[in-house]
Every structure is written in C-alpha cells, then in structure tokens.
C-alpha cells in the first residue's frame, strides 16, 4: 500500500461509475444495501476512512476497504492481532470510533463530543462485549443509526471483539461546549 491517502483523491461533487458492485451503507437507516457496478455517484464528503456519496438521490456510505469499487486503493480493514492487550484493544476501539463521520459534518464523533462512554467487558468464554454510549447533535438528527452502524462495522474488525451495542442517549443533551477545540476549529465556531 502506498504512503499517500486515497480519499485525497476525492473532491465533493465528483461524479463517478462504480467499478464493480459494493455493498454501502444506506444513509440515514444504517442498513447495509449493494450499489450495482457502472451506477453514477456523486462524492459527498470523504474523510476518516469512508466517502459519503449520492446515488438516485439517496445517500450511501462506503468504507475505506471498498474504495476499489471506485477505482482507487482499497484501504486494508483495521484489525487487531490474536495477543493484543486490553490496552490495545481499548485503543484500537477509539481509534475506530475516530474514523467515524456524521456524513453530513467534517469532523469525526469523538471530537464533535459526541460519544459519552465506552465499556468493554471480557466474558467468561474470553469474548469481548463493546457498549459504546453515545448521542446526537439533536434528538431529531436522522444521523444516528448510520453513525452507529459505521462504529461497529470498523470496531468488529478486532477478532477479539464479539459484539458492538451502541446506546444512543439525550442525557446530558448534547451542546457545542461538548467539542473539541479542534472541532470547533473546523468547524468556524471559535
């Protein structure tokens, strides 16, 4: 692979044929649908390790290791090895939780203060439960269940991650106090 980022190679409204079929992430529902190879799409946003696109006027996620699809470098799918230690693996989960867009903002949810909480739990049979509290810009936001979807997709890249739940809550409401300096940078709200 080489050293420079694919998704640089994006630009927002960019019209493109897929290359081959891809299963995408619809937008806002979180459901996971196959977007046919030759169908047009328009480049929405690309940041973290995914592209927002439009296709027939609906919105679609696509993950950095489908980039193929439109014809650039597959992203390799990030994973943990078999050893990794709880400290790892903790990292490795928000790391993931990083890369993890509102397709409709350019920062990632743990900067837009987004995410509340995570707890991961060690069963007895040695799997790994992750619980990841989190919220939304606003209890309306039809954001959420694709922002969650993405989240466990990338998490249960870990082999020793059995499952991901995503708790959305409104307690404490969210605020823009809750950002990071950095988001609030990008996002001219200084």
């Known amino acids: ?55 027939e006027g609906r ?40 890369t993890c867009f509102d397709p409709e903002i350019p920062v990632d949810i743990v900067e837009l203060g987004l995410v509340y909480g995570c707890r991961i739990e060690r069963l007895i049979t040695g799997e790994r439960i992750v619980t990841i509290r989190m919220t ?12 969650a979807a993405d989240a466990r997709h990338k998490i249960l890249g870990a082999p020793q991650i059995s499952q991901v739940h995503t708790e959305i809550v409104f307690d404490p409401p969210w605020s823009r106090e809750m950002m990071s300096d950095e988001a609030k940078l990008e996002l001219g709200m200084f």
């Not at 990030?78 to 990794?84: R, V």
Request: aromatic fraction near 4%; charge should be negative; charged fraction near 25%.
């Open 136 to 147: 939304l810009t606003a209890p309306g936001c039809g954001m959420g269940d694709v922002i």
């Open 1 to 55: 692979m080489s050293d420079t980022d694919p998704l640089a190679a994006l630009s927002k409204g960019q019209v493109l044929p897929l290359q081959r079929d891809v299963e995408v992430i619809s937008i806002p529902f979180g459901k996971t649908v196959t977007l046919d190879e030759d169908s047009e799409i328009s480049v929405m946003q690309a940041k973290g390790n995914s592209v927002s696109v439009g296709h």
């Open 59 to 98: 919105l679609y996620l696509i993950e950095g290791s489908n980039l193929d699809a439109l014809g650039l470098e597959a992203l390799p799918r990030p994973t943990l090895p078999e050893d990794a230690s709880e400290e790892q693996i903790e990292r490795f989960v928000w790391d993931q939780l990083r």
